[in-house]
């Protein structure tokens, strides 16, 4: 089970653990201010703030299981076993 953690003071505090018993060859990924993706239907969207993450590339997309970015916006993908869904922590300012 995973566990997220978002602290709120003056400045933000975020973070999750990784219980998994593998590996999905994730490893730490920064995608730059202005970054296109290209999607796989054909069209492309720009990223307008960089973010850093833990992701695993997969056919040179970053797919993160977390990540923030520049301006605070942070995401995680939990993973609960007996549960039918994920949860998303993103803090909003």
């Given amino acids: 089970m995973c566990t997220c953690i978002d602290f709120k003071t003056k400045d933000h505090y975020f973070g999750r653990n990784l219980d998994l018993e593998y590996r999905f060859g994730?490893?730490?990924?920064?995608?730059?201010?202005?970054?296109?993706?290209?999607?796989?239907n054909g069209s492309a969207i720009c990223?307008?703030?960089?973010?850093?993450?833990?992701?695993?590339?997969?056919?040179n997309y970053p797919l993160y299981a977390e990540a923030a970015n520049?301006?605070?916006?942070?995401?995680a993908g939990l993973y609960f076993?007996?549960?039918?869904?994920?949860?998303?922590?993103?803090?909003?300012?």
Avoid: H, Q, W
């Fill in 26 to 40: 994730e490893k730490v990924i920064i995608t730059p201010r202005n970054y296109r993706f290209e999607l796989k």
């Fill in 70 to 75: 520049e301006r605070g916006l942070s995401m």
């Fill in 81 to 93: 076993p007996k549960r039918k869904r994920s949860l998303i922590c993103a803090p909003m300012n």
């Fill in 47 to 59: 990223t307008k703030y960089a973010m850093i993450g833990m992701a695993s590339i997969r056919d």
